[in-house]
């Protein structure tokens, strides 16, 4: 990654922050457990324009804090443990995401 990725990469993370920080409510519920409600989100994603950022937190439920269930106390939804999550880019590349996070915030589509 060049300097100038990484420092788009932070200016948008802080601008996605922002938005989250300022009371953006996002759909964190239900959550996309099972093959059907992944493909409706995933499909709603690809309807938007890559650079509709504020929609994207919002489809994808995005929150600042990890995600816990009520049923798991052990399991913590965060994107350091999503499988899309690139450790060193600080990046979530699930690709109708593609957004520079930061590893404890969340979203629906977490996998591991």
């Known amino acids: 990654m060049t300097p100038e990725q990484a420092a788009a990469d932070e200016s ?3 601008t996605l922050r922002d938005y989250l920080q300022s009371g953006l409510k996002t759909e964190v519920e ?3 457990y099972a093959s ?3 493909n409706e989100i995933i499909n709603r994603l690809q309807s938007l324009d890559e650079t ?3 929609n994207k937190l919002i489809i994808a ?3 600042l804090t990890p995600y816990k269930t009520d049923d798991d106390d052990d399991v913590e939804q965060a994107c350091e443990t999503c499988m899309y999550y ?3 880019r600080r990046f979530c590349e699930l690709p109708e995401l593609m957004l ?3 590893d404890e915030w969340s979203c ?3 996998r591991i």
């Open 30 to 32: 239900p959550r996309a």
């Open 100 to 102: 520079p996070v930061d």
């Open 108 to 110: 629906r589509l977490w």
């Open 61 to 63: 439920g995005f929150t």
């Open 52 to 54: 509709d950022y504020r």
């Open 12 to 14: 948008l993370r802080e």
């Open 36 to 38: 059907d409600q992944v």
């Open 86 to 88: 690139l450790v060193h």
